[in-house]
Every structure is written in C-alpha cells, then in structure tokens.
C-alpha cells in the first residue's frame, strides 16, 4: 500500500482480554518499529523488527506483551490478560532498511482503551 | 529511561505569529528530529539535524542542533491554522531507537 496500515483503528477491551494490533508496513520496507504513546506523553520504544527478527525487544513492557513479523511484511503485537495502564495508542513505523530510521513512516495507529 | 525534556507543553498561536519550542537532553545525542502529529494520524517528520550548530529551514519552519548536542529548537514563522498539531522532538539513540520528547500542543487562540 501507499502507507503504513495499522488495524484496528481503535479498539476497547475489557481488563483480562487478549488483543491484537496488527501493522503492514509500506512494500519493501525490510525495517520495523512499534511504539507505544500514552495519553500527553511522547513515544516510547516497544521493539524493532529486522526482516523476520526482532534485535531488540527491551521496550516490551512486560511478558504480556510479545511481537511477530511473519514474511518480513505484516507485523502483530499482542497484549495478553490487558490491564488499565495498557491503555495508550499503539503506533507502527517502517523503513527501506536497517540504520534508516529518520526515513521511516508511522501508520495512524490503534488507539487501545482497557475498561 | 531517557528523556527529553520539551517546553512550553501547549501554546496559544494567533495567525501570522511566529511561535518557539526547544527541547533539552541530559545525555548528547548526534541526530535530532522534529516531527508533527495531526489528530488521530501518526508523526510526520518535518525537519532532521545531523551536525552539532546546524540550522535547518524547510519552509516557514527553522530548527537548530544545540552545539552541546543536548538541546534542539525549533521556530514557525508567521503561524497559519494548519500548524495546529502536537509537535514532537526526538533524538535518534540507536540505528532503531528515537528518544521523544512529550510534545508541545499548539492550539488557535480563539
């Protein structure tokens, strides 16, 4: 596509429940990042994907958290068991490549409410 | 974990004012960028600094890189009501890693 296309746009969850955020990052970007923004805060680094891989996943918050890239192109981020402070909206950008971050795109993200 | 500290938080503009917001760091960083959010978008970036004293235009927009490497600035010239957004600094800590700041939301004066 034209863009980073993350789904779904916004999603409400009740405490305990399991969600998926899925990303798909623009055609023949090989470089993946997720970001996590809580209400009036900056972004804050979750995990970065090079093709298939994940060189750093020190920003998951907990174990709760885990990410995938399947093909080198769609990306999930699930949050099990959720909880009140998971609320924020979940952000995807991608890259043509390693060491092109400044490049990157961000998608429109999910916007994730825990109640 | 690191952070970067943006001021002012929020700002009233009125169209045609030229508008200021820095950012300042503990720790040196040798790329900073800024970077606009619309609501319900993502980040766009607007402007990226490589070399410390730096200055950068890219249109009515002016941002500089501190000459310590710790601070960032950047200006709007002569507002309009488009500039209306939340607006990020973030400096680049690894090849995959980008330390934001908390942003500055601009608002029209009504």
């Known amino acids: 596509g034209a863009g980073v296309s993350q789904s779904p746009s916004n999603k409400v969850t009740e405490k305990g429940k399991d969600v998926e955020l899925r990303c798909d990052p623009i055609s023949g970007h090989t470089a993946l990042y997720w970001y996590r923004q809580s209400l009036g805060q900056g972004l804050e680094f979750l995990i970065y994907?090079?093709?298939?891989?994940?060189?750093?996943k020190s920003g998951l918050p907990s174990d709760r958290f885990s990410a995938e890239r399947t093909g080198g192109s769609v990306s999930t981020l699930t949050i099990q068991r959720t909880q009140q402070e998971d609320s924020a909206v979940y952000l995807c950008a991608s890259s043509l490549g390693p060491r092109s971050l400044t490049e990157a795109f961000f998608g429109q993200g999910t916007r994730l409410t825990v109640v | 974990g690191q952070q970067l500290n943006q001021s002012p938080q929020s700002m009233f503009i009125q169209e045609g004012e030229d508008v200021s917001m820095n950012c300042t760091s503990s720790?040196?960083?040798?790329?900073w960028l800024w970077y606009k959010q619309d609501p319900g978008e993502g980040p766009v970036l607007l402007i990226a600094?490589?070399?410390?004293?730096e200055l950068t235009s890219n249109g009515r927009l002016t941002a500089q890189f501190g000459i310590t490497r710790k601070d960032s600035f950047l200006n709007i010239s002569a507002s309009i009501p488009s500039d209306v957004g939340i607006y990020f600094c973030?400096?680049?800590?690894?090849?995959?890693?980008?330390?934001f700041g908390s942003g500055t939301r601009l608002l029209v004066r009504p």
């Open positions: 994907f090079q093709g298939n891989s994940a060189p750093d």
């Open positions: 973030a400096g680049l800590y690894s090849s995959y890693k980008l330390i």
């Open positions: 600094l490589y070399k410390a004293g």
């Open positions: 720790s040196i960083f040798n790329t």
